[in-house]
Nanobody
Framework: QVQLVESGGGLVQAGGSLRLSCAAS????????MGWFRQGPGKDREFVAA????????TYADSVKGRFTISRDYAKNTLYLQMNSLKSEDTAVYYC?????????????????WGQGTQVTVSS
């Protein structure tokens, strides 16, 4: 059973930065890909970024490209999302997700495992 635990959310002013972490356990992730999604108030859950665990190729939503960076640490089995130049529209609950495929997916239906979410609030 895969377990994912996010941390690092909080309140930040517009233009600021935050780094989210997702500690993963329960599997060997060599054949997995992982992603970040978010759900803002009154909105559907949307794709943010994804990464292949092996190889490290990444995919980003257009809305965060150039501002957010997804990465992973093999030794710590941890996924990260570095968020810079934050905007009020980035306010959301951010979720870490994993799928047992090396092919990344940009849809929430493509992921079987989810964390509990961490709140990010950007004040303008």
């Amino acid at each position: 059973q895969v377990q994912l635990v996010e941390s690092g959310g909080g309140l930040v002013q517009a233009g600021g930065s935050l780094r989210l972490s997702c500690a993963a356990s329960g599997r060997t992730f060599s054949t997995y890909s992982m992603g970040w999604f978010r759900q803002g108030p009154g909105k559907d859950r949307e794709f943010v970024a994804a990464i292949r665990w092996i190889g490290g190729s990444t995919t980003y939503a257009d809305s965060v490209k150039g501002r957010f960076t997804i990465s992973r640490d093999y030794a710590k089995n941890t996924l990260y999302l570095q968020m810079n130049s934050l905007k009020s529209e980035d306010t959301a609950v951010y979720y870490c997700a994993a799928r047992s495929s090396a092919v990344v997916s940009t849809t929430s239906a493509g992921y079987a495992y989810w964390g509990q979410g961490t709140q990010v609030t950007v004040s303008s």
